[in-house]
């Protein structure tokens, strides 16, 4: 019997082959990432840019209304004069822990209280 020779494969043949067979990514394929990362990026840019201008306007409307809650914490913060600790302002207002510390800490940040020592606050 005679040995027939096939088709030789080429070099560039097999690169190709192994590429695939082991999923190691192509010039093209890292170029077709980065543009859909590109693309991403820029969308995540307009969104936060959005929700930052939206998120300003909001901000300003909270200022001015004030909210229920926050202005009784600062009338109870306000009408002493030695200042208050977080269990004084519970007793009086019977909120939370966490929305206390959350409203003190929105006050802190308007500077409508100071804080006088660890844990009482004062009218600004």
Not at 5 to 10: A, L, N, Q
Not at 23 to 28: G, L, M, N, R, V
């Amino acid at each position: 019997m005679i040995k027939r020779r096939g088709k030789s494969v080429s070099f560039d043949a097999m690169v190709k082959f192994f590429m695939q067979a082991y999923h190691i990514p192509t010039k093209h394929d890292v170029e077709k990432l980065l543009k859909g990362m590109e693309r991403i990026e820029g969308q995540i840019k307009a969104l936060t840019n959005q929700i930052s201008s939206g998120s300003r306007k909001k901000r300003v409307i909270r200022e001015k209304s004030g909210g229920n809650a926050t202005d009784r914490v600062l009338e109870v913060i306000r009408r002493q004069k030695d200042g208050i600790d977080i269990a004084g302002i519970h007793a009086q207002t019977g909120f939370d822990d966490k929305k206390l510390r959350n409203i003190i800490f929105r006050l802190n940040k308007l500077e409508k209280i100071k804080r006088k020592g660890r844990g009482i606050y004062i009218g600004a």
